[in-house]
């Protein structure tokens, strides 16, 4: 069969959407002489009745993406921001509720964090901040006109412990080089999402800030208190903490880099290296990715942490 008598394929439109990507909107709520800050990167995704854009360009149903990024900033002003994941369903729940076209609206937040300064001079601590150098809050808000996902979590929380961790009794090959160690440094960046059992606007709504820091503190908690024999193991106590301590709280997701800590060899220079001197290595690094669930739960959170 030639190329021109071949039939041609049958070609249909897939999954699809659009929207205005990362943007930074920074509100500051003046409380007389005090000031409050939040700082987010928001990122807004519409989907639905789109397929005669794509087909013919015709943008009857097409709400322009400049509209969405004005509408961060007006409810900004109009309604502030409690927390992350408030404001992101008070955004999806208006495009989705707003447009006959748009079915299904997903917000991605990203949330910097600020600490007050307070000087000598006792001054500036009501209205000046320096920025956190500790991780940084994520959410991601999904409404289909009728059930909510929000799915939580943090990025880039380093952390260490420089004892209680070993690594021995692995299996082996003729490639395997890796001495077995029986006192090591475990270092990691958490990336975790967790989701929410919320998901219906006749259900009590969680107070996100605080459960938020619930199972921050969760977390950290249970790496600290765990004797390591793997970072996998460590991750699971991680998960499990989490889903314990907190109700609201479904599941939760993480990816964690191992990043080698590895003794150096000072006998050339006649000195002996008890576990205290340490070449740290940013790659390549083994990668621990799971999910912990609470019982009864789906798997729903994206094996993709990078979606997010």
């Known amino acids: 069969m030639t190329a021109e008598s071949r039939p041609a394929p049958t070609v249909i439109l897939g999954q699809n959407q659009y ?18 800050i939040k700082d987010l990167n928001v990122s807004i995704a519409l989907s639905g009745d789109m397929a005669e854009v794509h087909h013919s360009g015709a943008n009857t149903n ?4 400049d509209t969405t990024k004005n509408t961060v900033y007006a409810f900004a002003k109009e309604y502030g921001i409690e927390s992350a994941e408030q404001f992101g369903i008070r955004l999806a729940r208006h495009f ?24 000598s001079g006792g001054t500036g601590g009501e209205h000046s901040f320096v920025r956190k150098g500790r991780e940084t809050r994520v959410s991601e808000i999904d409404y289909d006109g009728e059930r909510w996902q929000i799915i939580s979590g943090l990025k880039d929380l380093t952390v260490l412990n420089s004892t209680d961790s070993e690594f021995w009794g692995y299996a082996k090959d003729r490639y395997t080089t890796l001495q077995e160690a029986y006192d090591r440094i475990l270092a990691t960046d958490v990336s975790a999402r967790w989701r929410y059992t919320w998901s219906a606007d006749d259900m009590p709504a969680p107070a996100w800030d605080s459960v938020w820091e619930q199972a921050r503190t969760a977390l950290i908690e249970a790496f600290a208190d765990t004797y390591s024999l793997s970072l996998q193991q460590t991750l699971y106590r991680m998960g499990a903490r989490v889903v314990e301590r907190v109700d609201e709280i479904a599941e939760i997701r993480f990816a964690l880099p191992n990043n080698h800590h590895f003794l150096v ?14 070449l740290a290595a940013d790659r390549p690094y083994g990668l621990i990715e799971a999910t912990v669930l609470r019982d009864g739960a789906d798997q729903r959170i994206p094996a993709d942490l990078t979606l997010l």
């Open 19 to 36: 929207g205005k990507a990362e943007n930074r909107v920074v509100r500051i709520t003046r409380d007389g002489a005090t000031h409050h």
């Open 62 to 65: 097409v709400l322009p993406t």
């Open 96 to 119: 989705v509720t707003s447009q006959e076209s748009i079915h299904r609206a997903r917000i991605r937040i990203e949330e910097y964090a600020w600490d007050r300064i307070a000087t």
């Open 265 to 278: 060899d000072l006998t050339p220079f006649g000195l002996t290296n008890d576990n205290e001197v340490y």
